[in-house]
């Protein structure tokens, strides 16, 4: 864990990223963005009506904000006749969609929230203005996992309940993107219940659709499946299941065909495996915006910054 921090740090050193914390009311984010402030690597910009805060930190009060109008026209006119100025700035006093209308508007390059709101509070803003990446359908959400050397990254574990083919081949894409941004060439498993065809069913047919799909999308990354778990980490299980495979037990992005078994799979790992889960990370968005558990700590809050800081970075 600390060489991945170590490593993101390096690289963000001097690049002058900046990351909303628009949950400037509660004590772990306060606490996570002094840390950020004395570290000086990333800007943390808080979101807060308070007066009591440190001195030392960037705090926007958005019942103050001078520059709200321009917010405001940008919401509109990024909500193409949905909503109404009136409706744009009653949604603005929302500390998301000020903290989300930061990011997109330039004024900051990504943003963390969720210790005190749902994921739906967080990603909603995100989802209509900030919006998904031209040729990407819906985003999705990634863990790094890290236990002393290893870093592997999981997906879906936290959007996308059902995923089509298509939905699983652009997570796939995705989580390569992700993967590559965090030290790691992907070697990416869409995983089953089967391994090359040694069960059939539409369940499986989904992945190997999945599978050929992401391929296209991105031939130049090594792409396998279906591949039951073992296939894919175990390489004497890959020589004897799928011996032709460009992925030889030796995956390390792991595209799960369901958030349910996404969500249960990342969990062992982290619970029973000893793994570190950092996330979930949002794929597909046009700029960085995270989701915290409302259970985290400051330590969390911390770390998920600079994750979305190396985001931005790339």
Do not use: W
Not at 12 to 35: H, Y
Not at 48 to 61: A, E, G, Q, R, Y
Request: net charge negative; glycine share 6%; proline share 4%.
């Amino acid at each position: 864990m600390a060489d991945l921090f170590h490593e993101i740090k390096h690289k963000l050193s001097g690049a002058n990223i900046s990351v909303v914390l628009p949950e400037g009311t509660d004590e772990r984010v306060l606490d996570a963005a002094v840390k950020l402030q004395a570290e000086g690597i990333i800007q943390p910009i808080v979101i807060s009506s308070s007066k009591k805060l440190p001195k030392n930190l960037t705090v926007i009060d958005p019942e103050a904000y001078e520059e709200m109008d321009d917010l405001v026209s940008a919401f509109v006119e990024r909500r193409k006749g949905k909503i109404t100025e009136i409706e744009a700035r009653a949604l603005l006093k929302d500390v998301n969609y000020f903290g989300t209308m930061l990011v997109y508007t330039g004024r900051a390059n990504g943003l963390v929230s969720g210790a005190a709101h749902t994921t739906a509070e967080t990603v909603r803003p995100a989802l209509q203005i900030i919006k998904t990446k031209p040729g990407i359908t819906k985003t999705s959400g990634a863990f790094i996992m890290v236990k002393d050397k290893l870093r592997y990254i999981f997906a879906d574990c936290a959007i996308t309940i059902a995923p089509t083919s298509e939905d699983l081949a652009e997570i796939a894409v995705e989580s390569a993107k992700t993967a590559t941004a965090f030290g790691i060439k992907p070697k990416v498993a869409m995983l089953s219940f089967s391994t090359k065809g040694s069960a059939q069913s539409e369940e499986t047919e989904k992945v190997v659709k999945a599978t050929k799909i992401a391929k296209v999308l991105a031939p130049n990354i090594a792409i396998e499946g279906e591949l039951q778990f073992d296939a894919s980490i175990v390489p004497a299980i890959a020589a004897k299941k799928a011996p032709d495979a460009v992925v030889q037990g030796d995956a390390n992005v792991f595209v799960f065909p369901s958030l349910e078994a996404g969500n249960i799979g990342y969990k062992i790992a982290e619970r029973l495996g000893g793994f570190e889960a950092i996330g979930p990370i949002l794929q597909g968005l046009n700029a960085p915006v995270n989701d915290l558990s409302r259970g985290c700590s400051a330590e969390d809050v911390y770390k998920l910054a600079y994750i979305t800081a190396a985001q931005a970075l790339e």
